[in-house]
C-alpha cells in the first residue's frame, strides 16, 4: 500500500515553492520521499525557504527564474536536469491575483495575471515535457481555484486565467497521455495564506462570508493540500488524467446558507 505513494527518488519541482501553498504541498512531498527543486523569483524569499526545508531535514534546491519567459525558462529547465537529474513532478504553482473591479481595470493589467497565472503554467509544462516524453513518464499538476469554476467581485482577470487552466490542464491531459504524462489540477479553497491575508482581517466581512460559506466551516490550512499533491504526483494515480480535484471543504457541493442558520 505505501508503495502506491512514495516519491524516494523523485525530483519535483514547484514553481512559487518558497512560502504558502508551495511550500506546504512541497512538504508534503518531500514527507514522501521526494527531492524539492524550488523555483521562485524573489532571492530574499528562496533563502528563507531553503533554510526552512533544509532544517527540516530535506534534500532541496532552489533556481531563481520568471516562469513567464520562454527561453529564460527553456534554459533553466536544462540547466535543472543537467545539474540536479531528471525532473519526474512538476508542480505549476507559482501564481498572482489583482483585487479590481473589471470596469477599472487596465487591460495591462489584465494581461499580466493571465501571464503569470495561465501562460507561464503552459510554459513550463511544455519545457518539461520536451524531456518527460523521452522517458515516457511525468506528473503535472497544475494549480487552480474556487474561481475554475466561480465568479467573484473584482478577481475578473484571475477568475478567466484559473478558468483558462482548467481547461489547460484536460488539453494537456489529451496531448500527452500517450506518452504516459498524466496532467491533473488542485483546486483549493479558501485557505489561509499570505495571499488571502488582506481578506481575512477580523471584521473584514469576506473573512465570516468565508467560513459561513464552507461547509466544513473553516478557512483551510495549507497541510490540508499535501495529501492530493501526494496522490497526484504518485503511482496511485497513474490513471487519473485531466482531473481538477477540489480541496475546499466542500464549498463546490453547496449553494451556501444565509448567515444566521
Ligand atoms: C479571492 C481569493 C481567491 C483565493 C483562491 C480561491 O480574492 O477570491 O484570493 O482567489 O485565493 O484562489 O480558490
Ligand atoms: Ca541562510
Redesign the pocket.
Known amino acids: 500500500m505505501q508503495e502506491l505513494f512514495n516519491l524516494s527518488g523523485k525530483r519535483v519541482l514547484i514553481t512559487g515553492g518558497t512560502h504558502g501553498l508551495g511550500m506546504a504541498m512541497a512538504k508534503g512531498l518531500a514527507n514522501a520521499g521526494a527531492e524539492l527543486i524550488i523555483n521562485g523569483h524573489s532571492p530574499d524569499k528562496m533563502e528563507v525557504a531553503l533554510d526552512h526545508y533544509k532544517q527540516a531535514g530535506y534534500k532541496a534546491s532552489g533556481y531563481l527564474f520568471d516562469v513567464t519567459q520562454q527561453e529564460v525558462v527553456r534554459e533553466s529547465i536544462s540547466k535543472i536536469e543537467q545539474e540536479r537529474g531528471a525532473i519526474d513532478i512538476l508542480i505549476n504553482n507559482a501564481g498572482i491575483?489583482k483585487?479590481i473591479p473589471a470596469i477599472d481595470m487596465d487591460a495591462q493589467d489584465f494581461r499580466s495575471v493571465i501571464d503569470v497565472d495561465l501562460v507561464a503554467p503552459f510554459i513550463v509544462s511544455k519545457e518539461v515535457a520536451r524531456h518527460m516524453i523521452k522517458r515516457r513518464a511525468g506528473k503535472i499538476i497544475n494549480i487552480c481555484?474556487?474561481?475554475s469554476e466561480l465568479g467573484?467581485n473584482?478577481?475578473s482577470a484571475?477568475a478567466a486565467a484559473?478558468g483558462g487552466l482548467k481547461m489547460l490542464t484536460k488539453n494537456l491531459a489529451t496531448e500527452w497521455a500517450p506518452h504516459n504524462i498524466q496532467v491533473n489540477g488542485i483546486?483549493?479553497?479558501?485557505?489561509a495564506?499570505e495571499?488571502?491575508a488582506p481578506?481575512r482581517v477580523d471584521g473584514h466581512p469576506f473573512n465570516e462570508f468565508i467560513v459561513n460559506r464552507t461547509p466544513a466551516g473553516r478557512w483551510g490550512d495549507p497541510d490540508d493540500l499535501a495529501g492530493t499533491a501526494v496522490f497526484l504526483s504518485s503511482k496511485a494515480s497513474d490513471f487519473v488524467n485531466g482531473q481538477i480535484i477540489y480541496v475546499?471543504g466542500g464549498i463546490l457541493a453547496t449553494i451556501g446558507k444565509p448567515s444566521n442558520e
Not at 483546486?187 to 485557505?191: D, K, L, M, R, T
Open positions: 491575483i483585487r481555484s474556487m474561481m467573484r473584482t478577481v484571475y484559473k483546486g483549493p479553497g479558501y485557505f495564506t495571499q488571502t481578506i475546499d
